[in-house]
């Protein structure tokens, strides 16, 4: 399994940007592909992106298209998410996750919370 530890969270204004980070450890990261997900207080976990082994296959959330990007670097260990043009409603914890075993996001970090004030 592979380690996962997300930063960048913070307390940003409606309109700023922000870049999340995702380090991974343990078995090959560049194995697996990834993917963000947030939680808000009182609503269930909400894809937000996804990224393929080499970075060439992107997948985005309705509600973050247009103004997120996920991006890799493989030599790093690590996956990104720009997030620009954020509203108070893209409070959450974000997570980042590693799709193990083909079909099912085996490996979770522990999150970072993502506030927006208007």
């Known amino acids: 399994q592979v380690q996962l530890v997300e930063s960048g969270g913070g307390l940003v204004q409606a309109g700023d940007s922000l870049r999340l980070s995702c380090a991974a450890s343990?078995?090959?990261?560049?194995?697996?592909?990834m993917g963000w997900f947030r939680q808000a207080p009182g609503k269930e976990r909400e894809f937000v992106a996804y990224i393929n082994l080499n970075g060439g296959t992107t997948y985005y959330g309705d509600a973050v298209k247009g103004r997120f990007t996920i991006s890799r670097d493989n030599a790093k260990n690590t996956v990104y998410l720009q997030m620009n043009s954020l509203k108070p409603e893209d409070t959450a914890v974000y997570y980042c996750?590693?799709?193990?075993?083909?079909?099912?996001?085996?490996?979770w970090g522990q999150g970072t919370q993502v506030t927006v004030s208007s």
């Open positions: 996750a590693a799709l193990t075993d083909g079909s099912s996001w085996g490996s």
């Open positions: 343990g078995r090959a990261f560049s194995s697996y592909p």
